[in-house]
């Protein structure tokens, strides 16, 4: 199934063709990171026929993508119009980028207590 997979803002678009199937025949699971859809196009009835040519694909499709940890999985989304399947996948907020705000002070703190009798952490610095 050939398909194109681009970002617009905060999610990103799969587009599969799929033409010619039921859209009750395909299904799109996703499990431990793995975003799978299948699907089924059965051959018409064609009793009584010679055939002088047939290249239109009959039987199941399946497509296996790895999904990585900067999707929600949770709320993706699925559409079939015109033979193109449409999935909506949301980049995770976890994922999405931010901003740290720096310490007025310029200064990291730790809550280290030292016990009467130890040697404080040393510090180690790093280039």
Excluded: C
């Excluded at 949770?74 to 015109?82: F, H, M």
């Excluded at 449409?86 to 016990?115: F, N, Y």
């Amino acid at each position: 199934m050939p398909m194109d997979v681009y970002r617009q803002g905060d999610h990103y678009v799969l587009n599969a063709d799929l033409p010619g199937l039921d859209p009750g025949s395909v299904r799109i699971d996703v499990e431990n990171g793995i975003l799978t859809i299948q699907g089924q196009r059965t051959p018409a009835a064609t009793d009584g026929v010679q055939w002088v040519a047939r290249e239109r694909f009959t039987g199941s499709y399946l497509r296996k993508l790895s999904l990585g940890d900067g999707i929600d999985a949770e709320k993706i989304t699925a559409g079939y119009r015109d033979g193109v399947l449409s999935l909506i996948m949301p980049i995770a907020d976890r994922a999405k980028p931010r901003r740290i705000q720096i310490d007025a002070l310029g200064e990291v703190h730790s809550e280290t207590t030292v016990a009467a009798g130890d040697s404080p952490p040393a510090k180690e610095l790093t280039n």
